[in-house]
């Protein structure tokens, strides 16, 4: 008899370290919006290499907390009713805890209600201020840095090193819009003026018409606009005023061969969060991060040569490191833990390093935005190389939400 | 002060009227399809970025520009003929139908770019440097030639349409498929042929345009309604009415942008072209009767 | 029932409102309307916008935008029904641009692009709070709407109204020898397509809680035409079909392969060239 009993205890023993065994090493599932095909085509395919890359590494380094990562990508298509559509996909049919990206602001602000509503952790890389302001929620992060800190950043570096009289240029549509009015804010405290405000529709093939209407006193011009439209504005630019010195927003250089631009981008400034060549930034935890993610020191791509769009890379594979620690300090198991995990990103502090190879940095509790440093790259020669390296002060401007106070 | 908002004017008149004949160009292919074939091609603005994708993709390969004018309409051709005879040619005369077939050969032929070219936006330069004073600005002398080129194209498609023997007997299966046939004229031929200069007019658009607007996957949604609404506007079956609507639509729009928003200066047009067509439902020189 | 499946459900309802109002016009009056994205974005911000400016209430806001989509379609029908085939195709689509570039245009209103997202209100219907937020009252709220809009189109088409459609649809000029004003009636049906499209615009935006100038597009008015011709056109049950096919490729295929767009292409091919009637045709007629 007592052997039987021993024997059950024995099975019983092993069953539940068996099973104990098979909780713990259940995958954690983290779900991406990938805009992998519409107008955002080259970031979702940026995007997702990099985040394949940060999930393979954690992987073969233990998981976390002893648990895989299991990634789920989905399709965006760019448009932000596909992108609502999969992300609930990615919770209900994947059931993922996380979901991680859309480079679109229209799509982060159109799933920021979702991820409430589904009580899902999302960490979109979308610049817009609202997505930490008010289209955003407690669920909602922004792990890269959106236009008001991009534009409050570099303000005092483009009065005092480029120009006084500016004139803007911007794509006509939100990001657009948002960059003209923080510019101009940012600008206009630090002493500077903004003569004129110029818009332009998306796809325009033909920037002439609207950068003739440049006032002759400005002295530089702010612009926004990315892809073809960049390539454009930039030629028309230099037609109309060779001489004017150029500001472009985050984003303006995405995946374009500064040499190609000849004289007309020679001198140019951009803001960026991320020096696209390894010499802006050159410390080992950049050049192993670089490594991991397949991109050589110019900005292309290992093994194929194309030119790798890098804008907002580190903030997708920041974001799932963000999670990472965030799962070891407050000890989440499953999704009743959310609250505390959000609670351990508010205000979480990291340090540069190969999974925060942008630099240090801290999410500010109130409105759940990164707060890191900037840069200044400039075109000197046909490369770019980093003027200035804005301290991440600079660029924080009070909040105006508390999400600290919201409900879960 | 005067002087000053009339050069402003007319560089931004000239400036439209060079874009007008672009689309001029494109719109030209498609009065060919949808006029003569009754085609609603909704892949006639893949069309003109295919020609662009092949424009870079000769240039990157041989570092020449201008070989695409010769490659790019033999290339296009070939894809065109099997396209319209195995494909299209069963759903011809039933415009609907057309549309959704041609909006499923969009879809296959987009991707099939992304899936290629990718999903990055490529600039090809120009290969005509140098530009010219106009009213204070260094135009660039490729625009000029872009809007020379096209205007040549025009009239060579005219004279060949009204002057060669092969050109009347495609305006005639224009006119009536029918009688033509019946007066033993190959209709099948013409048929293929009609619809392969179309496609590569709309190609031949996109290698002048690939300079100027940059190599996209999606660039074809930026021309389509254009180029739809010239060809209506024009007049069915009127080519002459194409080159003059998208001329109008290409001048108007850009006056209008001198005073208005980017987007009022478009909404602007198109409500007036609204304006247009009931008033004139044939158009300004359409001959059919929808 | 699994989420889901039950969240993709609820979307392919919103939509095959949207098919079987397009049905009416395309298929029983044969106008091929390039418009109809404006009666979508009518419905999906005349919902947004009544809850954010009104605090209208959800069944309120709805009818405010089934009333909308119904003055607008009078107002846009009056001018372009009585415009010629590829004429009626082209003003439609200008329309369709036109409120496009105003809503990209007019933020201050429509939030542009970025579009607004709303917070829904407790519905009270005698007595009884119902919200939205729970996942099951959501599905048998947009159920009901699409069983009544599917059981009212069905009711038209088949009572005297939807004999003349038809007859119209047939033979214009015949149908105008037997006394029918052909304009009026292919204006009602014109205008009652606009109306349900809004409907449906109404349901879809309050299942993303969020309303965007996109949903003005150009996409949105050529893809009612994608449904109502793989599916079947001229039997509201039809464009159904191609709703569920085109979602099912959306929604499984694009998760296996990212270009499912090319082999949706190639079914449409090959659907429009074994069946005219398109699938349904199709399958009923074997």
Known sequence: MKRVIRGLLVVGLAVFMVSGWAIAKEPIKIGMLADKTGGLAAYGYSHEKVLKAAVKKINEEGGIVGRPVRLYVEDTESKPSVGALKFRKLVETHGVDFVIDSNSSGIAIACAPVAKELKTPYFPSAGATEISGEKGNRYVFQPCTNVREECKGAASFAVKNIAKKWVTVVVNYAWGWSNEKEFKKYVEQKGGKVLKSIRVPLGTSDWLPYLRKIPREAEAVYFANFGSDFLSFIRDLYAVRPDIKKLGAVYVLSAQDPAKLGPAGEGLYCITSYPTRLEGLNTEYNRKYRSLIGVDPEGLEIGIGKRFVLAYDWAVWESMFLIKAAIERSGWRSRKDTSKVIEALEGMKFKESVEFPQGSGYIRAEDHLAIVDLYIEQIVGGKLKVAARIPAAKGAYPPIVDRTKESF | ?290 | MPRGPRSLAMQTMAFCIFAMAYDLCFGYTNQCSLGHSVFFGVGAYGVVLSLLHLQSGILLGLLIAFVAGMVVAFLMGSICVRLTEAYFVIVTALFSAIFHLLSLDMTWLTGGDDGLSVTLPDISVGGVRLSLYDPMTNYYFILVFFLASYLLMRRITEAPLGKVFISIRENEKRAAFLGYDPFRYKLAAFVLSGAFTALAGSIYALTLRYATADLFGLYWSIIPIVWCLIGGVGTLVGPCIGVALMFFFQYYVSAWWTHYLILFGVLILVILRTSRKGLLGYLLGR
């Open chain 2, 1 to 290: 002060m005067a002087s000053e908002v009339a050069s402003a004017l007319l560089f931004y008149l000239v400036n439209g009227l060079i874009w007008g004949l672009i689309i001029a160009l494109i719109a030209l292919g498609l009065s060919f399809i949808f006029g003569v074939m009754g085609i609603v091609n909704m892949a006639h603005g893949d069309l003109y970025m295919l020609g662009a994708v092949f424009a870079y993709w000769i240039f990157s390969a041989l570092g020449n520009f201008w070989l695409s004018l010769l490659i790019v309409p033999v290339a296009i051709g070939l894809l065109a003929a099997p396209t319209e005879r195995l494909i299209l040619r069963p759903f011809e005369g039933h415009p609907a139908v057309t549309m959704i077939a041609t909006a499923g050969l969009s879809f296959i032929l987009q991707q099939l770019v992304l899936m290629t070219y990718g999903g990055v936006p490529k600039e090809l330069p120009m290969p005509l440097q140098g530009s010219f004073d106009f009213l204070g600005v260094a135009y660039p002398l490729y625009r000029l030639f872009i809007a020379a080129l096209s205007l040549v194209i025009i009239a060579s498609v005219w004279l060949f349409l009204h002057r060669t023997d092969y050109g009347i007997l495609v305006r005639a299966s224009m006119q009536d498929k029918e009688i033509a046939s019946a007066m033993g004229i190959n209709v099948n031929t013409v048929l293929v042929f009609t619809f392969v200069l179309g496609c590569v007019l709309a190609a031949v658009g996109g290698v002048l345009a690939a300079p100027v607007t940059q190599v996209f996957y999606l660039m074809g949604n930026d021309v389509i309604l254009l180029c739809f609404i010239v060809v209506i506007i024009g007049g069915l079956g009127s080519l002459g009415g194409t080159l003059v609507a998208a001329l109008v639509l290409g001048g108007v729009e850009g006056l209008l942008a001198y005073f208005l928003s980017p987007t009022g200066a478009r909404a602007a047009v198109f409500a007036f072209m609204v304006g247009v067509l009931i008033l004139r439902p044939q158009g300004l020189f359409g001959t059919q009767r929808g």
